[in-house]
């Protein structure tokens, strides 16, 4: 399948383990201008069944299904089951075998359709190879996740021990080719309530995405910190 490599909504996000890079990805992703990291979804959404106000509640509905298991899935919005491939697997190839590579069709469409798509990544490598492919991509990059993990770590009882974040190697720490991100997002900001909310209005002004609804985001919000905390 032959993919516009030259798009200019795709949105490429990194972050440390932990770092809270998921949340944004969906932040952003509750706009009718974005997708989730699911292809049914994305699916139903292309054909205008999905709108707003059901990604909200998915993303409720799933965030109260890890507090019952006290199992942390991702709410199954993760990049290898929406792009084919993990960046992990996208890391070990050649950036012909990432052009040439057989992307779903939903890809093609959401790109047709002129809607935002995310990619995560934890590695600053592989930030190279993307810039290399998809020469317009648009970067957020964070910082001080140990900040945000530290005091998920630090309030976490003994009951909610399974979202404790075991330390990680951080490689933003190690090699730095940050350079020409869009934006540089805080993780101390997810701290306050107001500050994430305001921050995330931000981004969506930033990249011209439609749809901010501060009351959705406070929701989705607090949820989560319920959910990790």
Not at 155 to 162: P, V
Request: neutral net charge; contains cysteine; hydrophobic residues 35%.
């Amino acid at each position: 399948m032959n993919l516009n490599f030259n798009y200019d909504k795709i949105i490429v996000v990194k972050y440390d383990f932990g770092g809270g890079g998921r949340f944004l990805i969906n932040c952003l992703g509750l706009s009718n201008d974005a997708t989730f990291l699911c292809p049914r979804i994305t699916k139903l959404q292309l054909l205008d069944k999905f709108p707003t106000e059901k990604k909200l509640k998915y993303l409720l509905a799933r965030l109260k299904k890890c507090r019952d298991t006290k199992i942390w899935d991702e709410l199954d919005l993760i990049d290898k089951t929406f792009w084919g491939i993990s960046d992990h697997d996208f890391f070990f190839r050649s950036e012909e075998d990432i052009i040439n590579y057989n992307y779903p069709e939903h890809i093609s469409k959401c790109i047709d359709n002129g809607k935002y798509i995310f990619i995560s990544t934890h590695e600053d490598e592989y930030i190279q190879k993307l810039r290399n492919c998809w020469g317009n991509c648009k970067y957020i990059v964070f910082k001080n996740e140990n900040v945000f993990k530290d005091a998920r770590n630090n309030m976490i009882d003994g009951d909610h021990k399974y979202f404790r974040i075991k330390d990680k190697l951080n490689l933003s720490s190690i090699k730095n080719i940050n350079e020409g991100y869009d934006f540089m997002w805080d993780s101390s900001w997810y701290l306050s309530e107001g500050t994430t909310v305001k921050k995330v209005e931000e981004l969506y002004d930033y990249f011209h995405i439609s749809g901010f609804d501060a009351t959705m985001i406070s929701k989705y919000y607090n949820s989560w910190i319920d959910t990790i905390f």
